[in-house]
C-alpha cells in the first residue's frame, strides 16, 4: 500500500497509541503542500489495512483529553486540507492539459513547410537563410 513493504508491515502492527500518535502527525503533515502526499499515501495505508472500527477503538484506547483526541476530531482537521491540496492537483492537471496543447500546436506549425528552409551554423547557433555564408 505505501510503496515499501517493511513500513506496511509496521503500519498493520502498530499499537493503539501509536496509531493515534501517527494520524495526528498525518493531520500536521496534511496542513503543508510538502508533506502533504506522505501523509496522504499513510492515510491511504491505514485506511486499507485497519478496519475503522479498529481505529476508531485506537483513539477510545488512547484518550488523552487533549485536541484531536477522538477519530471525529482528527478526520475534521484531515477535511479541509486534503480538499484544497485535492483541487490544486485537479488544477495543475489541468494546467498540464494546456502545456500538452500548446507544445502539439508549436510541433504541427513546425512540421508544416512553408517553403523557406533554414540552416542552423553549429558555430555560431545562429539562423542563416540558405545560400548565405556566415
Known amino acids: 500500500m505505501s510503496g515499501s ?3 506496511d508491515r509496521v503500519l498493520h ?3 493503539s497509541t501509536d496509531l493515534v500518535r501517527l494520524l495526528r502527525y498525518v493531520r ?3 496542513t503543508r503542500a510538502s508533506s502533504a502526499v506522505i501523509a496522504q499515501r499513510v492515510l491511504h495505508a491505514i485506511v ?3 478496519p475503522a472500527v479498529d481505529i476508531d477503538r485506537s483513539f477510545e484506547d488512547a484518550s488523552t483529553g487533549e485536541e484531536g483526541s477522538s477519530l471525529h476530531e ?3 482537521g484531515l477535511i479541509p486540507y486534503t480538499e484544497r491540496h485535492l483541487v490544486r492537483m485537479e488544477r495543475l ?3 498540464s492539459y494546456v502545456i500538452d496543447y500548446v507544445l502539439r500546436e508549436m510541433d504541427d506549425g513546425l512540421a508544416e513547410d512553408d517553403g523557406e528552409h533554414m540552416d542552423v551554423d553549429p558555430v555560431h ?3 542563416l537563410p540558405v545560400g548565405v555564408d556566415a
Open 5 to 7: 513493504a517493511d513500513v
Open 74 to 76: 482528527l478526520v475534521e
Open 93 to 95: 492537471v489541468q494546467e
Open 48 to 50: 486499507k489495512f485497519r
Open 13 to 15: 502492527d502498530l499499537s
Open 28 to 30: 500536521d503533515w496534511n
Open 125 to 127: 547557433y545562429t539562423q
